[in-house]
């Protein structure tokens, strides 16, 4: 089993659909303002006409190339392509203005091939733990689970006011009550209309809230950003990279688990990392820092491709999905009836050693794609944004009708985007939206399965259950700490 | 953070908008979740309370009627203290989204309700262009004419290679039909 789902992964067919998703991601990637969650959100309907493991390679090679293009745009036009570039962007095009930019980005390839592997092995090695504990859960514990992924989501989407970041889990969730009712097939908020009895459909509600709120941001803005300079020889300095070893496997580490924490993402995990080997680094070297430092790029470059691995730890092993690129995969394998949680292995024989093989493969043709692709993504930067954002809306209107072939998801995607365009302007984040819908159904069938079970029973009976007890403290702990940051927030501004 | 850059979590937009902006998000999401808590309560409810379909409906609307009501305090405890506002690099256009907007409706409105396919021979093969590529060269050319600002040839252009690239991998790779084709 184990041997057939690895040949399967290395077959020819797989490994050029790998490449295609690789270089796809790299490219779009590298595209200032077209970030990984977008990429992973349009492809989905790209994904549905193929089988289910060609689909879950293609996704894959879009998110190991994705992560790793944002670092192009950021040396090169000091842009970064995704906001987990940023630290990249800091201390790269320093260097690329010094005549270093191919050092630069030759570095930032190894440490994004290092930082994967990271997050591979520590998803080898974690994986197993994590299903042994989860096969554990009942549906109490679910439910939790399930909560504490949309508040620690809601917390870390909207740092300074995590409220604000609840709220869009919250409004997630509402949106995920429409439709029969799982348990008595009442219909919930329906009014009537045919289409909502399926409920709203997730996938369509991403694509809307990256994909077309994107373009209705940054269309209509009028600023420009210049034309590339020249990058110069892209060198991969392996013995660069054993000189920062200390801090790229740190920084492997941050990310992984920063990418197992439902929400936060490879912007937390860069820039994490980034602040952690600042503050680690020897003096002469720490003075190089936002002035061009070689080991800044490789603890920023090595954290983001680390948590790749880390967010699909919790989405394989729990069903909730580290952050929203990982959210988009979850969307593609559940297109694919691939329920993913802690009876993977039973329900998905070999699945996840399918996932280990072409995770892999997808890094090793990270590598070599990313030589190859940086002097073509550098011409493309040329392209003016009212030239590429427009090609995106066919892409978001074709992916949104290729889920269920249905015009109403194709109108739920137009509405996500005005949703996601109006809460981007009052400042609310769209990610927790997206966890919200997903675990949404999950948390409103245990939570009322936990009910029935604990009907008749003594509060002392739902405490002496001790891991729902502890996650339950979890979750108090969590909106606590949220309170306490806003209230320190407010005294911080009072005190400007 | 080198460089005077600051870091706040995983959405740099996500914080504080201006008092008033606070206000009115507040103001809409009470609405919202009141209406919601009615609409749970008017639910059926097959067996026991515990069961019930809208309960954690009811529960979650609730919560969010809460939060609403701290956002609003805060929007007004910061109104009242004159506290500034972070604003960001960002400069909205919001008149130019709204023609963006409009632009787009409009074009998914005609696909719903225009259908048509035509199909043709070439070299054996069976090829079809249908409503949807008609009508998408015509909504992406409007698009590029206003926001490219290049000449509408080029605009043109563009949007034929495009769409037929497009529509041809959907097609014909994936076999996967598109909106407006019968």
Redesign the interface.
């Known amino acids: 089993m184990i041997w057939d789902s690895i040949l399967q992964a290395l077959s020819p067919y797989i490994l050029i659909v790998t490449l295609a998703g690789v270089s796809l991601g790299i490219v779009w990637g590298a595209m200032p303002g077209l970030s990984t969650t977008m990429a992973m959100a349009l492809l989905i309907g790209l994904s549905a006409g193929m089988d289910q493991n060609t689909a879950l390679s293609f996704m894959l090679g879009v998110y190991t190339g994705s992560v790793f293009g944002g670092a192009i745009s950021a040396v090169m036009i000091n842009i970064p392509g995704t906001p987990d570039a940023v630290p990249t962007m800091i201390e790269g095009h320093q260097l690329a203005r010094r005549g270093e930019g191919g050092q630069a980005l030759g570095l930032a390839i190894g440490a994004s091939f290092i930082g994967n592997w990271v997050g591979i092995i520590l998803l080898v090695g974690f994986i197993p733990l994590i299903l042994a504990f989860a096969l554990n859960f009942k549906s109490w514990e679910m439910f939790l689970l399930a909560l504490i992924g949309i508040t620690v989501s809601g917390s870390m989407a909207a740092g300074s006011l995590p409220l604000k970041g609840w709220i869009a889990g919250w409004l997630g969730m509402l949106a995920a009550f429409v439709g029969i009712d799982s348990i008595h097939g009442v219909p919930r908020f329906t009014f009537g209309i045919l289409e909502l009895q399926d409920g709203i459909n997730y996938v369509a509600v991403l694509i809307g809230l990256f994909g077309l709120a994107e373009v209705l941001r940054v269309l209509p803005q009028r600023d420009h950003y210049t034309i590339p300079a020249e990058v110069g020889r892209v060198v991969p300095s392996f013995k660069m990279l054993a000189r920062y070893s200390r801090a790229a496997v740190r920084s492997g580490f941050v990310g992984t688990i920063i990418g197992a924490i439902p929400g936060a993402g490879a912007n937390v995990a860069s820039f994490l990392a980034y602040d952690i080997g600042r503050r680690r680094a020897k003096p002469e070297e720490k003075a190089k820092w936002g002035k061009g430092s070689y080991e800044a790029i490789v603890c920023a470059e090595v954290a983001n491709n680390a948590n790749i691995g880390g967010s699909m730890l919790p989405m394989l092993a729990l069903g909730i999905p580290g952050n929203a690129p990982a959210a988009a995969l979850l969307a593609a394998l559940t297109l694919k009836n691939v329920v993913v949680g802690p009876t993977i292995e039973i329900d998905h024989p070999g699945l996840i050693y399918f996932i280990y093989t072409a995770l892999v493969v997808a890094n090793l043709l990270m590598y070599g794609a990313a030589i190859i692709l940086i002097k073509p993504c550098v011409i493309l930067f040329s392209l003016p944004r009212g030239l590429l954002l427009p090609l995106i809306i066919p892409i978001c209107v074709i992916g949104a009708y290729a889920i269920r072939l249905s015009m109403f998801d194709v109108w739920v995607m137009f509405a996500s985007g005005l949703v996601g365009y109006v809460l981007h302007t009052f400042r609310f984040p769209t990610a927790p939206i997206v966890l919200g819908v997903i675990l949404a159904p999950l948390a409103d069938e245990n939570f009322r399965r936990a009910l029935l079970i604990f009907e008749d029973k003594t509060i002392g009976f739902v405490l002496s259950q001790y891991v729902g007890t502890f996650l339950l403290v979890v979750v108090a702990f969590i909106f606590i700490e949220g309170i306490l940051r806003v209230r320190r927030e407010r005294r911080d501004r009072q005190g400007v | 953070?080198?460089?005077g850059?600051h870091?706040?979590?995983?959405?740099?937009?996500?914080?504080?908008?201006s008092p008033g902006?606070?206000l009115?998000?507040a103001a809409v999401?009470a609405l919202?979740s009141l209406w919601?808590m009615i609409?749970s309560v008017r639910?059926?409810?097959?067996?026991?309370l515990?069961?019930?379909?809208?309960?954690?409906?009811f529960l979650?609307?609730g919560?969010?009627c809460a939060?609403?009501a701290?956002?609003a305090s805060?929007a007004i405890?910061?109104h009242r203290?004159r506290?500034?506002t972070v604003l960001l690099d960002?400069?909205?256009?919001?008149l130019?989204?709204l023609?963006?907007?409009g632009f787009?409706?409009a074009?998914?409105l005609c696909?719903?309700l225009i259908n048509f396919d035509y199909t043709f021979l070439l070299g054996g093969m069976r090829l079809g262009y249908g409503a949807f590529e008609v009508l998408?060269i015509i909504?992406?050319t409007t698009?590029?004419s206003v926001?490219?600002?290049r000449a509408l040839w080029s605009c043109l252009a563009?949007s034929i290679a495009?769409?037929t690239l497009?529509a041809g991998?959907?097609r014909y790779?994936?076999?996967?039909?598109?909106?407006g084709s019968i």
């Open positions: 953070m080198a460089d850059q870091f706040s979590g995983e959405d740099e937009n996500a914080g504080f908008a902006q606070d009115i998000a999401l919202l919601i609409e639910l059926d409810s097959p067996g026991s515990t069961t019930a379909p809208g309960l954690l409906p979650t609307a919560s969010l939060m609403a701290y956002l805060m405890r910061r203290n506290i500034a960002e400069k909205p256009d919001h130019r989204t023609v963006l907007v787009i409706g074009y998914l696909i719903q998408t909504a992406l698009i590029l926001f490219w600002r563009v495009w769409v497009l991998v959907f790779v994936f076999t996967i039909p598109l909106p």
